[in-house]
């Protein structure tokens, strides 16, 4: 399969083009060229999604997998550059975009969230989830081909560059007593990014289209599993020492709120 990546060398778009070229699958980047392409790749195209897709005016793909879409007129400028180029476009969203997050259990069919301004060209917290669906509803109007739209829960794995996850093992492996909230019982998801991208690759080589939750089941894990095993390899004498979460919570937002000299 000819496939086209838009990104590629970070985190999740990392792992999706690795699993490609392991797949055996001819694969071409277009991204800034900030970072080194992984191994195998057939092309690398030089450009900014935001500003020129001009290395995009020839070339024919079976597929797009577009792993760092986050406004709307991203993917409205990438389908009307690539037209009939290309046979199928696979978005990589998130559950982020469904309206209420405090809900269990929440499938492809719940509510998703709404913006203010669909024009915004600021990412935040508050209009993250609202402008990635409307990524998804941008493509479902403007591109007239099979669409695969995947909505994973928390990303973990190798260069993971956040620390939602890996905050947790990190920690521990460096012993002493850890602060953990008191709710062993907690239910946890998350998708490791190497089985996001060996599921995607395979949806796609099979023309799976539709939108789809990707994440663990419900209730496989919970924290204390997490912090059990963190225990299981942490040096010796390591405690997790349990503390209520709204205090940790209250902590923790003092923490992101306040102001940052450095």
């Known amino acids: 399969m000819r496939l086209l990546v838009i990104g590629g060398t970070r985190f999740v778009g990392k792992h999706m083009v690795e699993a490609a070229v392991a797949r055996g699958h001819d694969v071409t980047l277009f991204n800034r060229g900030n970072r080194p392409a992984p191994r195998g790749v057939s092309r690398e195209l030089r450009g900014d999604r935001d500003e020129d897709l001009s290395a995009l005016a020839e070339g024919t793909w079976d597929a797009v997998l577009d792993t760092s879409a986050y406004l709307p ?18 978005l990589v969203s998130t ?23 669909e024009d915004a060209e600021e990412v935040t917290n508050r209009n993250y989830g609202g402008l990635k669906a409307l990524c998804e509803r941008t493509l479902a109007e403007r591109f007239e081909g099979p669409t695969l739209v995947i909505r994973p829960g928390i990303v973990v794995g190798p260069h993971d560059p956040t620390d939602r996850f890996t905050y947790w093992p990190a920690r521990f492996a460096r012993g002493g007593d850890v602060l953990v909230p008191d709710r062993r019982d907690a239910p946890m998801q998350w998708v490791d990014a190497r089985d996001l991208a060996a599921w995607t690759l395979k949806a796609i080589e099979d023309g799976l289209t539709a939108t789809y939750n990707v994440a663990t089941e ?27 979460e709204a205090w940790l919570l209250a902590r923790w937002a003092r923490a992101v709120d306040a102001p940052r000299d450095a």
């Open 218 to 244: 419900p209730w496989r894990f919970t924290l204390g599993d997490l912090i059990d095993a963190c225990l299981a390899h942490a040096p010796a004498r390591t405690r997790a020492v349990p503390v209520a």
């Open 73 to 90: 007129r991203q993917v409205r400028s990438l389908v009307d550059a690539l037209g009939s180029r290309v046979g199928f476009y696979a």
């Open 95 to 117: 559950v982020s975009v469904y309206a209420d997050q405090t809900l269990p259990h929440l499938d492809e069919d719940a509510a998703l969230a709404e913006v203010d301004d």
